[in-house]
């Protein structure tokens, strides 16, 4: 079975700083998609940004990049010039839509 | 295009009773999702449907179980309610032959159990 683990229940940023968000999984499958939502305090999730375990090549949409070591199962999450309207929960899933707990991100003017 | 919705927005039952929560995917989407998200806590895998067949369960009790109709929408039936059901109950659906992996969210339902 799938299993995704975020071990930061909650983190901060300054705005225009960077922050990371930490995801480890596991899985028996060989190629698979890992992904990152956001669910801000509306509730609607939305898609931030995916990886395809076969590429080797992070995925990077705007400021939102991936770091995606598959032999460590890690899949973390960096936001590069935080602005305030990324204050969110964050959830890191498999491509079971297995997620993990969420970090909840704070985002300071 | 119309997204995924979910009724009602708010449900509020008393202990023990049954709540009935409906979730339509995105047209032409044929896996549907049903998930838990109690107070501070993660979202909790709760039923996957696809092609009206249960092809997962995460682990809840049985009194907590549903359906998908030939149309592709979904109910959760959720019996003998307890307090600690109350919770935000999100549906997802995604294509799963062409994108098996990117699912699309309503806003979910509201359940208070008092």
């Known amino acids: 079975a799938q299993t995704v683990t975020q071990s930061q229940p909650e983190m901060s940023v300054q705005e225009a700083e960077t922050v990371t968000l930490s995801c480890t999984y596991d899985?028996?499958?060989?190629?698979?998609?890992l992904f990152w939502y956001k669910q801000p305090p509306s509730r609607q999730m939305i898609l931030v940004i995916r990886q395809e375990a076969y590429k080797q090549q992070n995925a990077t949409e705007n400021r939102f990049s991936v770091n995606f070591q598959k032999a460590a199962k890690s899949f973390s999450l960096k936001i590069s010039d935080s602005q305030l309207g990324d204050a969110a929960m964050y959830f890191c899933a498999s491509d079971k839509l297995i997620f993990g707990t969420g970090t909840r991100l704070q985002v300071f003017p | 295009e119309a997204g995924v919705t979910q009724s009602p927005t708010h449900l509020i039952k008393t202990r023990g009773q049954q709540a009935t929560l409906r979730c339509s995917p995105i047209?032409?989407?044929?896996?549907v999702y049903w998930y838990q998200q109690a107070l501070g806590l993660g979202l909790q895998f709760l039923l996957w449907?696809?092609?009206?067949?249960?092809?997962n369960r995460g682990n809840f009790p049985p009194r907590f179980s549903g359906r998908q109709f030939p149309n592709y929408s979904s109910e959760l039936n959720v019996n003998a309610l307890e307090l600690e059901d109350s919770a935000l109950y999100l549906c997802a659906s995604s294509l799963f032959v062409v994108d098996p992996a990117r699912a699309f969210f309503g806003q979910g339902t509201r359940l208070t159990v008092v």
């Open positions: 449907y696809d092609e009206g067949e249960e092809r």
């Open positions: 047209s032409g989407h044929t896996s």
């Open positions: 899985t028996s499958e060989s190629d698979y998609y």
